[in-house]
């Protein structure tokens, strides 16, 4: 942008202050159109200035309508149902791509809520996840309520991501997906509205809590709303996170869940307020461990 030439940020000036120009132009066109034999030399440079004003009008409307064209050129509507990055698409569906040749795709609208893979889907579709050009893993709303795969999901967006309510991979596997009704995971019994993030072997299961939070059997104790919940595929507890830092109480000890690490039956955490650990009562932020089997509460190193 920067390379443009000088004249056509002028025209852009006339253009964005047209309150200011375009009367300036009439009241220039009424001089010069009135004073005819009055003014000699002088109109001609009238005339000229009124073009000089109203010229970028017509350009700029030029320069929208081919803008407007070339836009529809990374458009596609489907006249018949096709499959496009592996998503099987109805006719009458709208897909944006980043290039012309159509090998890279932006977003799918949808013309009707649709089943695809397993799922009815409602809305704009979106790329979550690329493996080079490909997409591997998408983002969409679910048409109300559906059990998939056995887990009961929600349907609509999701506040958290624009890319859509649940996220699913060219399977039709689910990989985030926010609880429709109480469901138990894992030993977790979890209540509507918590987010899950699917695990494996490497990485584990996350769950986002509700408002109503969870029992965590194996701390004995409540986890608050809003505090991520890491889970092995085992259904070993892995961590407790939370952004807003809330109070999570382990065998009495009030503890800061931003930094809540369960490894070997030992919580390594720190103190979301001044208590007695160890008979010294120590300040906020204190970093302590709680082994879960002898109960015996001590400062970390």
């Avoid at 890319?163 to 926010?178: A, L, Q, W």
């Avoid at 409540?222 to 892995?238: R, S, W």
Wanted: net charge positive; hydrophobic share 45%.
């Amino acid at each position: 942008m920067r390379g443009l030439p000088w004249w056509f940020w002028l025209g852009v000036g006339i253009v964005k202050n047209w309150y200011i120009t375009i009367p300036l132009a009439i009241t220039l066109a009424w001089a010069a159109w009135h004073g005819e034999t009055s003014l000699g030399g002088i109109r001609w440079v009238l005339i000229a200035a009124v073009v000089f004003l109203t010229l970028p009008f017509p350009a700029g409307a030029l320069i929208v309508l081919y803008q407007s064209y070339d836009a529809t050129r990374f458009w596609r509507t489907l006249d018949t149902a096709e499959t496009i990055s592996d998503l099987p698409l109805p006719a009458g569906s709208k897909v944006q791509f980043a290039d012309k040749a159509h090998t890279i795709v932006v977003s799918i609208e949808l013309p009707h809520a649709t089943e695809i893979l397993g799922m009815r889907l409602t809305g704009t579709l979106k790329p979550w996840k690329r493996q080079g050009n490909a997409v591997t893993h998408w983002g969409g709303d679910l048409h109300g309520y559906q059990i998939i795969d056995g887990l009961p999901c929600r349907g609509g967006p999701y506040a958290n991501d624009k890319s859509g309510g649940v996220v699913f991979d060219r399977t039709g596997k689910i990989h985030r997906f926010t609880l429709g009704a109480p469901h138990e995971l894992l030993g977790l019994k979890l209540s509507p509205f918590t987010t899950v993030w699917r695990g494996n072997e490497k990485e584990p299961w996350s769950f986002l809590l509700s408002a109503t939070g969870a029992y965590i059997p194996v701390l004995d104790t409540m986890a608050p709303g809003g505090v991520t919940i890491d889970v092995a595929n085992n259904g070993q507890l892995v961590r407790i996170g939370s952004g807003h830092g809330q109070t999570i109480v382990v065998r009495g000890v009030p503890l800061n869940s931003k930094t809540f690490v369960l490894e070997n039956n030992v919580v390594v955490s720190e103190l979301a307020e001044a208590f007695a650990v160890a008979g010294e009562t120590r300040p906020i932020g204190t970093k302590v461990r709680i082994d879960m089997v002898s109960r015996t509460v001590s400062v970390s190193p």
